[in-house]
């Protein structure tokens, strides 16, 4: 049989101690534990705000960007009704020289064109004037080489 032995009141004590020390220490680990439980749970909490910011920030870099699509769809429809109107008002000129034409040789005479005439090419910007320009002269060069007949004429335009 084996013999045991009691501990004394003195082992009891210094064990009571070590364990009411242990136990302070781990309120301690506990206490700190908790704190850095409520640091994360704040860096969370940041971490959600700006993840919320960033997404309301993308979706307004989103609307923007649909709005720059937009405009520019509408800057290309403009431009390219801009780019109609040119091409209106330079078939209007060729329409206008074939009149000069016809005119000339109704008329059959060293004139020049109508002031009327003068007055619309003045007045058209200056790629429109250069073309009504180019069918004036070739109206002059037509009268210097005194073509008699429009078929004539008509040879040479074609």
């Known amino acids: 049989m084996a013999y045991q032995t009691n501990p004394s009141v ?13 136990i302070a220490e781990n309120q301690t680990l506990i206490a700190e534990l908790a704190s850095v439980r409520k640091e994360i749970d704040t860096q969370n909490i940041e971490r959600r705000k700006r993840a919320a910011e960033l997404g309301i920030a993308n979706k307004e870099l989103e609307f923007q960007d649909g709005e720059k699509e937009k405009r520019a769809t ?10 109609f109107q040119d091409e209106e008002k330079a078939n ?11 005119w000339l040789f109704r008329t059959r005479k060293k004139a ?26 070739w109206d002059l060069l037509i009268l210097s080489l005194r073509i008699k007949t429009k078929k004539k004429a008509s040879v040479l335009l074609s």
């Open 10 to 22: 003195d082992d009891i004590v210094r064990l009571q101690s070590e364990l009411d020390i242990q």
């Open 92 to 102: 209007e000129l060729l329409n206008l020289g074939s009149q000069i034409l016809s």
């Open 112 to 137: 020049s064109a109508p002031p009327s005439l003068v007055l619309r090419i003045s007045n058209s910007p200056i790629k429109t004037r250069k073309k009504a320009n180019a069918l004036l002269s």
């Open 74 to 83: 509408e800057l290309g429809i403009a431009n390219i009704e801009l780019a």
